[in-house]
């Protein structure tokens, strides 16, 4: 055969490859990560920076209240779902506490906490925003913490379901900073493993 001919089959069999190659390395690279956080919402109210930063279990990046919203909160976060499938049915997990932490040097500010049962509905078949459940409402009233752990037991017991998203939620604690700025750095979810 001539080169003519070879080369460009060639050198588009190893377009090919690299191109297989460099999609199949990113999408698990993008997995594993979607294992770690999946992509729920979050929202900052106040339209301030770094939300993300919040979840990113880095606690030298922040969250600095700037001004305050023009609703009845500042943010919420969209953690975790209550469930988690198991390949046969969606098992409910078991949550201890939330913690918050304080930016470095800092306190955490005085804050309310109303800690949503958001329903995860099918977005595929349902064209509506979900319904909030609010399970219970903290309100902070220690000054000069840096973290602060609020107890999950106000939780309702989840069943195991069949079918999903039937009775499964997505915990999302919804903040409002009582003062006129603040400073946070992480809010996690600890579970009973």
Same mark, same amino acid.
């Given at each position: 055969?001539?080169?003519? !001919?070879?080369?460009? !089959?060639?050198? $588009? ?31 900052? $109210?106040? $339209?301030? =920076? ?14 600095? %209240? ?29 949550? @201890?506490?939330?913690?918050?932490? $304080?930016?470095?040097? @800092? #306190? ?22 979900? %319904?909030? %459940? !609010? ?26 379901? =069949? @079918? ?7 915990? #999302? ?7 006129? #700025?603040?400073?946070?750095? @992480?809010? %996690? ?5």
């Amino acid at each position: 055969m001539r080169p003519v !001919i070879v080369l460009p !089959i060639f050198f $588009a069999l190893v377009l090919v490859l690299f191109g297989n190659y460099f999609l199949f390395s990113g999408t698990n690279k993008k997995i594993e990560r979607y294992k770690e956080n999946p992509p729920f919402r979050i929202e900052d $109210a106040t $339209a301030s =920076t770094g939300l993300s930063h919040l979840l990113d279990k880095n606690p030298s990046t922040v969250w600095r %209240k700037i001004r305050n919203s023009q609703v009845d909160f500042d943010f919420f976060l969209e953690m975790q779902l209550s469930h988690v499938w198991d390949g046969n049915l969606f098992k409910p997990r078991k949550f @201890e506490s939330l913690l918050i932490e $304080a930016c470095p040097g @800092e #306190t955490i500010p005085p804050f309310t906490l109303r800690f949503l049962l958001r329903e995860s509905i099918n977005v595929d078949k349902e064209l509506r925003m979900p %319904k909030d %459940k !609010i399970s219970f409402v903290f309100q902070s009233k220690e000054l000069g913490k840096k973290q602060i752990s609020i107890p999950l037991d106000q939780l309702p017991h989840f069943q195991k379901e =069949t @079918e999903y998203p039937k009775n499964i939620y997505i915990l #999302t604690p919804e903040f409002k900073i009582q003062s006129e #700025t603040g400073c946070l750095a @992480e809010v %996690k979810l600890r579970e009973v493993l």
